[in-house]
């Protein structure tokens, strides 16, 4: 969620082109952004959107690699607890909605378009003509290496 | 081997050896694991670490460079290679605390690699990355460590095995290995002690660990070196014997065990013979079947049996014991080293539990001579045995039925010491084999037989030929059968099949009538005379 954005001018995303949530277009409305995360959370953990502790910082380990990554306790109880539950990601999830949960269950792990498909089970091409113009969807936006 | 990759199977097989470094790894692991370690125990350890030093090799990595696991704790300036990141390389440039309420306390290290700072957690007990076998870092590997332990692991142990019979600084007690110089040492008043605790418990059999209990051994040694310790003692020492099965070390002191188990009895004792297989007949190898005489050369079965019946010779039958064949070695405790293992037989008719030993260097079971004669059993009686439901018991079952009186040949001894038969009604209250059975008409007068023939000079011409001649007399065709003049023979000397058959087959004054049947020609026997 660190890595820099460059401006999308002179860039063609491709089916290979990996996104991610760039939380800097959220930062400018953050009451905005603590709604739309609290839609993801179980309803077991949506009460903590709103309460003091949402923002104590977690270091969340990644299953794969062991790396260390620091996430509030909202997306550390998305990641870890509300992304396993059943029905996080179904075919009734909206496409935008779908891909921003990949992306919280992974702790904003880069994905590519392809891979995106395979996760939430929609076409990659649509998911590149939603994602990959120049409007930005949810914060979700090609990441330029 | 070190140019062969360790995951490929040619590396595990016949060839396999054991270098310099494997041995440093093995006094390690000792050493690490303060306890005594059986083979197959260091082979689990040992074929893993082979395939770490694969990837290492194959990962191109340096001496200094550490593999990264979770479960580690890393300082700063430590360099890591992290496998789960196509062997992505950095340098550790420093450690916090973590901060994870569902993971507990662990460390978080920065490293700094290509693409810039990441941090890792350290020091983390449980993830998935703990439990990813080194070996695989590289991504080739052909075979795992389970493949490999699963498909030689046993080859793998006994070249272990080898190698440290070798090596002076390890010892082994009852399959387990431990170096020389951390053996807690134990002092002669200790092995008196333990002398005497045997002494008041009949001889043992009992385990290292109750005579532990009343030696006064230093505090805070480890309990399993300590016993390891005292167990190297009591080996070294001439007092003490290691009864026990595979797997068990039971002490019992040698000076209180049965004399038929100290020293083998004399009936018992077979002197090899020389003689040329290649003049046997074709059909040896089923008589050879038929009697399983313990010096015979008949290969183990290749399947466990059940049960296994045996029929009782002359030899066993006096002193007690039975055969210890390859068919029936399979039911009997087995040992790594101990030549004496005691067991517990069990009379299958009345439950009745007693004292067995298994003497394995001259391949007999002892204890049964009461248990003869209870049964009132005759040499060419069947017996069955069978293993109990305990661990190193073994069921003894005698063939026994309703007595009848019947025609048995028996043994006596003439005023020259000469075997002679004849056959004599007598009561038989078991089943036998009848080519086989015999009754012996005193005891006494055969040990005057045993005496003549082990001072003849060509005894086993004269055996054979004597006792042949008697045993022609009892029946009309005046025809032997192979397995009744083994039996009779083995009256007075102990001989297995092989070199009376080639006796039978060398001298042409014998002659097979079919069916493992002889007859004596007398006008040959005078020609070669």
Redesign the interface.
Known sequence: MNAPVRPLRLFRPTLDTRLHIDYDWWGRNDREWRVYLSSHLCPEHRAIVDTEAADEQIDWVQADTGEVRPVDRVQHALITHCSQQPGYITPQTALVDAVFRVFLANGNTPMTIRELAERTGRPAETILRTLGGTRVYKGLRPLLD | MTERQASAPSAWGESFTITPSDLEFINNLLLEEGVPLACEAMAQALVPERLRQEARRRANLTVSQKI???KNRYQVNDDLV?P??GLARGKVVGVRP??????GA?E?ILVRMDGGN????AN?AV???NDVPLETISGTEELSAEEILSRWGSGVAQTIERELEQQEEFLRIAGRWFPRSLVVPISPGHLNLAEAVLDVGGGGPLPTQALLEHLDLPVGINPRLASFSLEYALQEDERFDEVGPSGVVMWFLKRLEPEGVRTPPALLNYHPIPYAPAQLPEWFQELEREIEDEWGSVPPPEQDEKEVTLTLTFPHWKVGTLPLTPRLARLFPTAYQAPRVRFEFQDAQTGRAFPGWVVRPHRYVFGLADWIGEKGLLPGAYVRVRQGQESGQVILEAATRRPTREWIRTASVDGEGRLKFTMQKLSVGFEYDELMVLAVASLADVDRAVARYAHEKDWLLRLVVEVFRELAKLNPQSTVHSRTLYSAVNVVRRLPPGPLMAELASRPYFDHVGDLYYRFDESRWVEAR
Not at chain 2, 98 to 103: E, K, S, T, V, W
Not at chain 2, 118 to 121: I, K, L, S, T, V
């Open positions: 990264y696991q979770p992290f789960a990141m973590g901060h994870n309420p569902d993971l662990f978080v990441r941090e890792f957690a983390l993830h998935h990355l």
